[in-house]
């Protein structure tokens, strides 16, 4: 069969694969005590004769744990961003190791971006926000098979991912995405007709936009089929992380927007879909559970076995699908919009839902305003110039004015909540 390719190829093509090594590989987990990092070393310690782990980054806010999986996988490096917790690092890695030597510890902004560099076969990028785009492009940039959990970096950068990637270098780990890599596998790029991107509707599905405003941060939080972070379980009841999966669909695999859709599936077994041009519909099925998308990324084009669990055929159930309220949640068609218009928008987009998230989470804004306030931004913003490259430095200069934006306005429209 052939590539889904035509000129260029797109950036996560299931034909082609960068390196196809085969045997143990060497892996980088970026985010290792986030949700995605920890799942990812559940999966390595349960198949060490196909990985090996040979650093770990994390932001520094767990170091018991990070000092836990740096002695279970017995890592070279060892990373955190927050260079003030390096003395009880040492400490938790010292009680962890006793008296054996201990691993490289490095600190800072960049350590992230040093290990992500650093020798190995894949780099699973499991940051959460636009501060793993560094990272991304340093893994890309050293070679390395660049397994993608960290959506917002191709979001935010997304020429200059491209400009790096070579065919087949990047494996999706979104639950959408992998879905849609798989389901992709069965023709060429030819052949398909649309995206079909699922989303379980989060906690708020089927309540109205006025129904939304007096929402608390318990009741955004209480995701009905997925754990998750807190910033992209927020997104999830928005939408916003819809609007970006969207975005990402459109860069990873070159589909225009107005051929990739949303519809809602509350039981989140279906992932994707992908319609081909003869009429049939593929769909990647699994129950909820990120192991098996984060199989598909390290280990691609081979499958894992019991990488996670299985339907049990024997067992009656219902799924159900839905069209996506659009005044309800606007978020998508927003990120449409963004996405379409290319250049800093997305990275303002991001950046100003990123600081209107926190700013929800901390109790100083309400729900509704979370979107109300990104919109407004957007607008400020205003249409990207695309008369020249996007640069690193554009995309940093874009989400500072962005995120300092939203603050601005975040703080009024509490303001005026509470009037």
Sequence with gaps: ???????????????????PAVGRRDIVILGSTGSIGTQAIDLVLRNPDRFRVTALSAAGGRVGLLAEQARLLRVDTVAVAREDVVPALREALRAQYGTEPLPEVLAGPDAATQIAASPCHTVLNGITGSIGLAP?????????????????????????????????????????????????????????????????????????????????????LAHPTWAMGPVI?????????????????????????????????????????????????????????????????????????????????????????????????????????????GGTAPAVFNAANEECVDAFLAGRLPFTAIMDTVTAVVEDHGTPDRGTALTVADVLAAETWARARAREMAAKAAVEARA
């Design 1 to 19: 069969m052939g590539g889904m390719s035509d000129s260029p190829a797109p950036l996560a093509d299931p034909h082609l694969l960068f390196d």
């Design 233 to 341: 379980t927020v997104n999830s009841a928005t939408l916003v992380n819809k609007g970006l999966e969207v975005i990402e669909a459109h860069l990873l695999y070159d589909i225009p927007f107005d051929r990739i859709e949303v519809v809602v599936h509350p039981q989140s077994y279906v992932h994707s879909m992908v319609e081909f041009t003869d009429g049939s519909t593929l769909a990647q099925a699994t129950p909820p559970d990120m192991r098996g998308p984060i199989a598909i990324g390290l280990g691609w084009p081979e499958r894992i076995p019991d990488a996670a669990p299985a339907f049990d055929w024997t067992k009656a159930s219902t799924w159900e699908f839905f069209p996506l309220d659009t005044e309800a949640f606007p978020s998508v068609g927003l990120a449409r919009h963004v996405g379409a218009l």
């Design 136 to 220: 991304t492009l340093a893994a890309l940039e050293a070679g390395r098979t660049l397994a993608l959990a960290n959506k917002e970096s191709l979001i935010v950068g997304g020429p200059l991912v491209k400009a790096l990637a070579k065919p087949g270098q990047i494996i999706p780990v979104d639950s959408e995405h992998a879905a849609l890599f798989q389901a992709l596998a069965a023709g060429t790029r030819a052949d398909v007709r649309k995206l079909v991107v699922t989303a379980s509707g989060g906690p708020f599905r089927g309540r109205t936009k006025a129904e939304l405003a007096h929402v608390t941060v318990e009741d955004a």
